[in-house]
T-cell receptor
Framework: KAGVTQTPRYLIKTRGQQVTLSCSPISGHRSVSWYQQTPGQGLQFLFEYFSETQRNKGNFPGRFSGRQFSNSRSEMNVSTLELGDSALYLC????????????FGSGTQLSVL | DAKTTQPTSMDCAEGRAANLPCNHSTISGNEYVYWYRQIHSQGPQYIIHGLKNNETNEMASLIITEDRKSSTLILPHATLRDTAVYYCIVRVSNFGNEKLTFGTGTRLTIIP
């Protein structure tokens, strides 16, 4: 089985722009969650999707949004980028929400200049 | 979910057993202990989880104390590829509305 695929791997944007990141879960996995990782804050939960519905959300501003499609693929969007949004964005998939095993992609490294 | 406390860093000689401790003194009866690790520039990788019995799989062993307030992840024969940040997490394993919190983890360095 192919693993979790995230695209693009690297991204450079400027302040004020918006960005869309993509995540393709493992085949058969219906739950997708997103995390932001920075050196100072570590891994922080953004949101979780299951059956095209957001089930849980972390403490991030409304500039961060996401969605899930009927094939379980997910996208996250960050609008009006700030310098502090520079981070590694990780996507994880699991069979069901709260499943014991999360499978992570390699992430998208976003740099905001 | 209960909070966990882990040492910031540890070293272990190659070929020896690496024992990574985790304190979760506020764990409740239905919370599981999970371990993940993250190798540089990759996403976290699931290692093992348990509730109250000791667990073993092809990667590691998990020893949970009888009062469940602490646990130890054991990598029996550490290799250089085991150098990573190891995260201990406790969470309820059922449908609910909470977040998975990774904390800062233990940076394990395997010494040749």
């Amino acid at each position: 089985k192919a693993g979790v695929t995230q695209t693009p791997r690297y991204l450079i944007k400027t302040r004020g722009q918006q960005v869309t990141l993509s995540c393709s879960p493992i085949s058969g996995h219906r739950s997708v969650s997103w995390y932001q990782q920075t050196p100072g804050q570590g891994l922080q939960f953004l949101f979780e999707y299951f059956s095209e519905t957001q089930r849980n959300k972390g403490n991030f501003p409304g500039r961060f949004s996401g969605r899930q499609f009927s094939n379980s693929r997910s996208e996250m969007n960050v609008s009006t980028l700030e310098l502090g949004d520079s981070a590694l964005y990780l996507c994880a998939s699991s069979l069901e929400p709260r499943n014991e095993k999360l499978f992570f992609g390699s992430g998208t490294q976003l740099s905001v200049l | 979910d209960a909070k966990t406390t882990q040492p910031t860093s540890m070293d272990c000689a190659e070929g020896r057993a690496a024992n990574l401790p985790c304190n979760h003194s506020t764990i409740s009866g239905n919370e599981y202990v999970y371990w993940y690790r993250q190798i540089h520039s990759q996403g976290p990788q699931y290692i093992i989880h348990g509730l109250k019995n000791n667990e073993t799989n092809e990667m590691a062993s998990l020893i949970i104390t009888e009062d469940r307030k602490s646990s130890t992840l054991i990598l029996p024969h550490a290799t250089l590829r085991d150098t990573a940040v190891y995260y201990c997490i406790v969470r309820v394993s059922n449908f609910g509305n909470e977040k998975l919190t990774f904390g800062t983890g233990t940076r394990l360095t395997i010494i040749p």
